[in-house]
C-alpha cells in the first residue's frame, strides 16, 4: 500500500505560478512511475506529466514547457508556471509500483482567474 497526499494548490491570477506537492508514505525511488493528473468540471481526467524510474520525463502538449514534474526521495512535486485559466483542475498524483499496481491522492485544488 501507498498514501498519497497531495498540497500546494490554491488560487492564483493568470500568469502565476505554483508547486504542487505529492507526500508519498514509501521511498519514491521504490515507484516504477509517477504521475500528475487533473480533471476540470464535467470532463475527463486527464493526463499532465509522467516522470519514470530512471527520471525521464514526459508532459501534455498543453503544458509542455510550463510544467516541470520531479521528485525527491519523499515528495513528487509538479512546478506551475505560466498558469492559465484553463489549467484550473483538481490536480491528482498517481504512482504505480508494478505493472498492476497504482495509487491515488486525494487530489489538490488550482484555480486560475482574474
Known amino acids: 500500500q501507498v498514501q498519497l497526499v497531495e498540497s500546494g494548490g490554491g488560487f492564483v491570477q493568470p500568469g502565476e505560478s505554483l508547486r504542487l506537492s505529492c507526500a508519498a508514505s514509501?521511498?519514491?525511488?521504490?515507484?516504477?512511475?509517477m504521475g500528475w493528473y487533473r480533471q476540470a468540471p464535467g470532463k475527463e481526467r486527464e493526463w499532465v506529466a509522467h516522470?519514470?524510474?530512471?527520471?525521464l520525463t514526459d508532459y501534455a502538449d498543453v503544458v509542455k514547457g510550463r510544467f516541470t514534474i520531479s521528485r525527491d526521495r519523499s515528495t513528487i512535486y509538479l512546478q506551475m508556471n505560466n498558469l492559465q485559466p484553463e489549467d484550473t483542475a483538481l490536480y491528482f498524483c498517481?504512482?504505480?509500483?508494478?505493472?498492476?499496481?497504482?495509487?491515488w491522492g486525494q487530489g489538490t485544488q488550482v484555480t486560475v482567474s482574474s
Open positions: 498517481n504512482v504505480r509500483t508494478s505493472p498492476v499496481a497504482t495509487y
Open positions: 516522470m519514470r524510474s530512471n527520471g
Open positions: 514509501r521511498d519514491t525511488l521504490s515507484f516504477v512511475a
